[in-house]
C-alpha cells in the first residue's frame, strides 16, 4: 500500500434477510476493497446472537479458506478499514460489538468525528471504559447510556450528540438492521434490494456483484431501520448544508460507482477534460498514472487531441508488503509497482495526468523514473486543485506539514518533483466538472473552509490562511 497517496476510512456493507447473507456480505468487501487494507470484518446475526470474524490484511486474507469460519444468520454487517482515527491493530477492527443493558449490538463506521475527546473525556469521568482507540467506540457508549426504550431511539440520542462524518451501519439482537448517514453526508451510502432481502453499502459497485438493485441514496440526516416489517425512515436532526466529500469522485470511489447522484468514471473524465481546457501544452503523448488517473488522462486525452498511451505500467501483483524484509530504498518500491515503456516515452514530450499530489515523494521518484527512460519533456497536470489544508472528515491527512503545497508554490513543488511545467486544475474548474450540477461538497482541504469546524481540532493544527 502506498503511503504516499491520500486513504479512506473504510467501507461498509449489510444485508436484512437473506439465507446467505455471510457469503454475499462478503462479497460486498470484496467490492469495497479499495476503501481499506488494513483490517476486514463480518458480524452475523443469529437467532438472537451476534457473531463475528474479522482479522488483520485483506479481505481474502482475512477470509481465506483455511480460515474460514461459516456464520449463520439472515442478517449481517461488514466492514473494511483503513484507519484515520485509532491504531492498526485488531482489537480497532470492525464490526465492534458490544453487550449491554438492552442487548447486543454490532457498529460498522465509515468517517471521522470532530468531537470525540470532550465526549470521551466526560464519560471516563463516569466511569467508561474504552476497549478500543475508535472514535466508533464512542457511538456504542452513548447508546447503551441512552435512556430510551427502542434501539432506533437510543442511536438518534447517540448521534445526537456527534460532530463530524459518519455513514454508519448498526446490526442489533433485536433483529434490525439501522442505517445511518450524517446531516452533511460527508460519505456515500446506498440501499438496494435483492428479492425481498435489502441491502446497504457504501458504493454501488457492491450491489453489481451481489446482483442487488439499487433503489435510492440513503439521504444526509436520515436513518433507515431495517426489521421485519420493512423499511422505516427517519429524520430526527434539523437539516444541514450539504457537504459531500469531493475526494470521492476525484480518488477514493471505484470509477464503476455511483455516488452522490452521478457516475464516477464519467466525473473523472470531465476533470480530465477540464484540465485540458485550463492548462493547454504541446506534448506528443497523455500518460496517466495508473490506476487511479487513468480516467482523467483519457479526458485530457480526447479534449486535447493528443494520443493516449499506457506508458507506464502497473504489476498488480505487487502486494501490501512486497519486498519490505529486503527492501533499501523506496525508489525500488516504486519501480516494483509501475514501470516505464522506455521504447514509447523514449524521446518524447509526455503530459502525466495525476489524481492529486500529497506529499510529493511518490512523484519525485516516479518522475525520476520517467527521466532515466529518456523522456525529453515532462508537464505533469493535476485534476484537482493544490492539497493545502488537513482534512478531519475521514481522510489520512491531518496536518499542514505534510501537505506540500501547503508551503511551497506552484512552481517550487514542479521543481522538488523534477517536473518542465505543472499544474493543477482550478478550484472552480473541479466544480463545474462534478456530474451532479448544483450539489454541494466540501472542498476543506483545498480552501480551509470547513463545513463542521471545531476547536478541538482546528486550532490544534493552526489553520489560519
Not at 491504531?87 to 470532530?114: E, R
Not at 447517540?158 to 438492521?177: C, D, H, P, Q, V
Not at 451481489?210 to 439521504?219: F, G, L, M
Not at 508488503?321 to 509526455?350: A, C, W
Request: hydrophobic content about 35%; aromatic content about 10%; proline content about 5%.
Amino acid at each position: 500500500m502506498n503511503n504516499h497517496y491520500p486513504k479512506e476510512a473504510c467501507g461498509i456493507f449489510g444485508i436484512f434477510g437473506h439465507k446467505n447473507a455471510y457469503e454475499l456480505t462478503y462479497l460486498g468487501l470484496y467490492s469495497l476493497q479499495h476503501r481499506g487494507q488494513e483490517s476486514a470484518g463480518i458480524a452475523v446475526l443469529n437467532e438472537g446472537k451476534i457473531t463475528c470474524q474479522k482479522g488483520m490484511g485483506l479481505v481474502n486474507e482475512v477470509f481465506s479458506p483455511g480460515k474460514l469460519n461459516f456464520l449463520p444468520g439472515s442478517v449481517s454487517i461488514g466492514h473494511v478499514r483503513y484507519s484515520t482515527t485509532g491504531s492498526s491493530m485488531i482489537k480497532n477492527a470492525q464490526p465492534f460489538i458490544v453487550n449491554y443493558q438492552q442487548g447486543s449490538i454490532a457498529i460498522a463506521h465509515n468517517g471521522n468525528l470532530v468531537n470525540t475527546s470532550k465526549l470521551q473525556n466526560k464519560l471516563v469521568a463516569d466511569g467508561a471504559i474504552f476497549q478500543t482507540t475508535m472514535d466508533s467506540e464512542l457511538i456504542v457508549h452513548l447508546i447503551a447510556r441512552s435512556r430510551k426504550n427502542k434501539v432506533e431511539d437510543r442511536v438518534i440520542d447517540a448521534l445526537g450528540r456527534i460532530k463530524g462524518s459518519y455513514s454508519l451501519l448498526f446490526l442489533t439482537s433485536e433483529n434490525k438492521l439501522i442505517a445511518a448517514r450524517d446531516p452533511h453526508g460527508f460519505k456515500p451510502l446506498c440501499l438496494g434490494k435483492i428479492n425481498d432481502s435489502y441491502v446497504v453499502a457504501s458504493e454501488t459497485c457492491a450491489f453489481d456483484i451481489t446482483n442487488a438493485k439499487y433503489i435510492r441514496d440513503i439521504e444526509p440526516g436520515e436513518i433507515v431501520v431495517i426489521g421485519k416489517d420493512g423499511v422505516k425512515s427517519i429524520k430526527p436532526f434539523p437539516k444541514a448544508s450539504h457537504s459531500f466529500c469531493i475526494f470521492e469522485y476525484i480518488y477514493f470511489a471505484r470509477p464503476d460507482s455511483n455516488i452522490f447522484g452521478g457516475n464516477v468514471y464519467l466525473a473523472r473524465k470531465n476533470l480530465g477534460r477540464q484540465l485540458a481546457k485550463e492548462w493547454p501544452v504541446e506534448a506528443d503523448m497523455v500518460l496517466s498514472i495508473p490506476d487511479s488517473g487513468n480516467y482523467a488522462a483519457l479526458g485530457y486525452s480526447e479534449e486535447s487531441k493528443i494520443p493516449f498511451e499506457m506508458g507506464i505500467i502497473r504489476n498488480h501483483y505487487v502486494g501490501r508488503t512486497f519486498i519490505q524484509p529486503f527492501q533499501r530504498s523506496r525508489d525500488l518500491g516504486v519501480k516494483l509497482k509501475l514501470n516505464p515503456i522506455n521504447e514509447v516515452i523514449k524521446g518524447k514530450r509526455i503530459i502525466v495526468v495525476e489524481d492529486s499530489i500529497v506529499r510529493g515523494t511518490t512523484s519525485r521518484i516516479r518522475m525520476k523514473t520517467l527521466r532515466e527512460a529518456g523522456v525529453k519533456e515532462i508537464h505533469m497536470r493535476i485534476s484537482c486543485p493544490p492539497l493545502r489544508y488537513p482534512c478531519f472528515y475521514g481522510i489520512d491527512f491531518h496536518t499542514k506539514e505534510e501537505l506540500i503545497a501547503s508551503s511551497n508554490s506552484v512552481n517550487k513543488i514542479a521543481k522538488i518533483i523534477g517536473v518542465d511545467s505543472l499544474c493543477y486544475l482550478s478550484l472552480e474548474g473541479m466544480l463545474k466538472s462534478m456530474p451532479v450540477e448544483g450539489t454541494n461538497f466540501c472542498a476543506a482541504c483545498f480552501t480551509g473552509e470547513y463545513p463542521v469546524p471545531t476547536k478541538e481540532k482546528i486550532s490544534k493544527y493552526d489553520l489560519e490562511k
